[in-house]
């Protein structure tokens, strides 16, 4: 079978591109499998990709790239113009333009697949659009139901009904589509871990650990609050906020706002993040929303007890509440900090939750969601 995924940025530090580079490696050991990335922004991909992927791009940014086929003015006048394809209100709707406008389209009407999956609403739609009726076309939402514009929200109903199916992440968001487009073919099939030995946390250090990238939904100004009732009661313990994104400055002044320079660091993105989750005792996810929570499979495979927001979808679907973490009310940060601080003074129930997190980790082995993911696959096909 081949397989094309289409993501809008290869070089992009967040769990779409982990995810579906996973899964691509995991499919490439029995099916042809390639990664279409609108565009690049760099040299080499966020994440390691096995050489059994290709990997194509179709808008090259890098300053020294030559935009093939095009004058450079014509391209850059074209990279410059809003685009007129994709709705204002998808997300990442400041990173197309009239020149993704351009090869999109033409990319996907030649493309030569028996499967394609889409990772996003812009190109879910496109894919609807323009990808020839004889590929299965597969729209994978990343993102809650709940969290798209009324706008984009729209366009949703009227084109998603005409792809072959959509996935989702969660059980929850799953019966959300069902309702919101009945005939509408739609699956839930998880984010997988990758197989490889994980370092395990000794539950020695006092660090809280977070990570992700510093955007408003992660809430990562919320934890910080939530900190400030953690350092007040074990001003030993110390948080590691890993990650890049446009609030890094907001979250500093945050930081000296409420005097916490000394337990609240701003650690910036790391190429290790499991050995960062194992140099911690506890994991915190202040969501204000999870289309799944990676992050917390991850952390839970180093044995990192999570403390999370019960925010819409993924914690609750991840986490066992007093079993392998523990779950709080939505933008509460002072259940956040109660419950961290209930960890801290609770050794033996963190040591508890710590020894079980590798198992609930071990259910999202990335070999089994591939394998789900093929009788999918199959079952479109036939």
Not at 242 to 264: A, D, F, I, M, S
Request: net charge positive.
């Amino acid at each position: 079978m081949r397989i094309v995924f289409m993501l809008l940025e290869s070089s992009a530090l967040d769990g779409t591109v982990r995810s579906t580079f996973t899964l691509a490696d995991e499919l490439s050991r029995r099916h042809d499998v390639e990664i279409l990335s609108v565009l690049r922004n760099t040299d080499a991909p966020a994440f390691p990709l096995s050489d059994r992927v290709r990997l194509h791009h179709l808008v090259d940014r890098r300053g020294d790239a030559r935009l093939a086929r095009l004058r450079p003015g014509r391209a850059r006048r074209l990279l410059d113009e809003p685009s007129a394809l994709v709705h204002p209100e998808e997300r990442s709707y400041v990173k197309y333009s009239a020149l993704t406008d351009e090869r999109i389209p033409r990319a996907l009407r030649r493309l030569r697949a028996d499967v394609l999956v889409t990772t996003r609403a812009g190109l879910n739609i496109a894919a609807a659009r323009f990808a020839p009726s004889h590929v299965a076309r597969v729209g994978q939402e990343h993102l809650h139901l709940g969290i798209h514009k009324p706008g984009i929200l729209a366009e949703i109903e009227r084109w998603y009904p005409k792809l072959d199916a959509i996935t989702t992440l969660t059980t929850a968001d799953r019966e959300n589509y069902e309702r919101l487009l009945p005939g509408t073919r739609v699956r839930t099939l998880r984010n997988g871990l990758p197989e490889r030995v994980y370092p395990r946390s000794r539950q020695e250090n006092k660090i809280v650990v977070a990570a992700g990238r510093l955007v408003w939904i992660k809430g990562y100004d919320l934890l910080i609050s939530a900190f400030a009732r953690v350092a007040e009661k074990h001003p030993e313990w110390t948080l590691r906020i890993h990650g890049k994104g446009p609030r890094l400055e907001q979250l500093r002044r945050r930081v000296t706002r409420l005097g916490l320079y000394n337990n609240v660091m701003l650690m910036g993105p790391t190429d290790d993040i499991e050995g960062e989750f194992a140099k911690a005792s506890l994991l915190a996810v202040p969501s204000r929303a999870e289309a799944f929570g990676m992050t917390i499979v991850e952390g839970f495979a180093c044995g990192l007890p999570a403390v999370a927001f019960d925010c819409p979808r993924g914690p609750r679907e991840i986490i066992t509440d007093g079993h392998d973490g523990l779950l709080v009310p939505p933008e509460d940060p002072a259940a956040l900090g109660d419950a961290l601080v209930r960890l801290i003074d609770d050794e033996a129930l963190r040591h508890r939750m710590a020894a079980a997190a590798p198992e609930t980790a071990r259910r999202y082995a990335a070999a089994d969601v591939a394998a789900d993911w093929e009788t999918f696959l199959t079952g479109l096909r036939g």
